[in-house]
């Protein structure tokens, strides 16, 4: 596609229910990533993929979280048990290579996650 | 992990003056990187600048990676410059896995 897409553009969800994010990068791009953003603050690193592997997924605040990729391209970022924290923007960014090489990378618009 | 300060927090201008946004942090770094929120939450990157100076339009940027700070320089600012101006870097100890990203400026243009 042309940019980034990401599904849903908003979510409400109760506590406790599991929630699926997708995210479909730009084509070709071989490096993918997870950030979430709180209101009002910067950027938190979730998870890296480069092709359908993920390299580091350091970032992920707990095993509550998961995420997967297939085919070099759509992933999918699962909470599950959502918690009142978890509320946030789900931002998904791909680059053509990883970001070491300068390539520019491109967020989507993210997924509006709030938990009640 | 490396630390990214931003510095101001808030900036609000009237239409047409300049401005510096500063970027300082604790590690030397191998990508830097600028980008804008706009006011919708798109995030753009603006310049990829580990070292030295860009210009584009303007904007403009520069680093001294070897005193460990950016700034971004912002011309003529217009009301559509408003938003939240991000710093992000990556370690060198790093290989293409993650950005660290500044807390942000958020900067107000008035007509």
């Known amino acids: 596609g042309a940019g980034v897409s990401q599904s849903p553009s908003n979510k409400v969800t109760e506590k406790g229910k599991d929630v699926e994010l997708r995210c479909d990068p730009i084509?070709?791009?071989?490096?993918l990533y997870w950030y979430r953003q709180s209101l009002g603050q910067g950027l938190e690193f979730l998870i890296y993929f480069q092709g359908n592997s993920a390299p580091d997924k350091s970032g992920l605040p707990s095993d509550r979280f998961s995420a997967e990729r297939t085919g070099g391209s759509v992933s999918t970022l699962t909470i599950q048990r959502t918690q009142q924290e978890d509320s946030a923007v789900y931002l998904c960014?791909?680059?053509?290579?990883?970001?070491?090489?300068?390539?520019?990378?491109?967020f989507g618009e993210g997924s509006w996650l709030t938990v009640v | 992990g490396i630390q990214v300060e931003q510095s101001p927090p808030d900036l609000i201008l009237q239409e047409g003056a300049n401005s510096t946004l500063r970027c300082n942090f604790s590690d030397s770094v191998n990508n830097l990187q600028w980008f804008h929120q706009n006011p919708w939450g798109q995030l753009i990157n603006l310049f990829y600048?580990?070292?030295g100076t860009k210009q584009n339009g303007r904007l403009s940027a520069t680093t001294v990676a070897t005193e460990r700070y950016s700034l971004l320089y912002i011309s003529s600012s217009q009301t559509t410059d408003s938003g939240v101006y991000f710093c992000a870097v990556e370690r060198k100890e790093t290989s293409g896995s993650r950005l660290t990203f500044g807390e942000g400026t958020q900067l107000t243009v008035n007509p």
């Open positions: 600048i580990p070292s």
């Open positions: 084509s070709g791009h071989t490096a």
């Open positions: 960014a791909s680059s053509f290579m990883p970001q070491g090489s300068g390539n520019t990378i491109y």
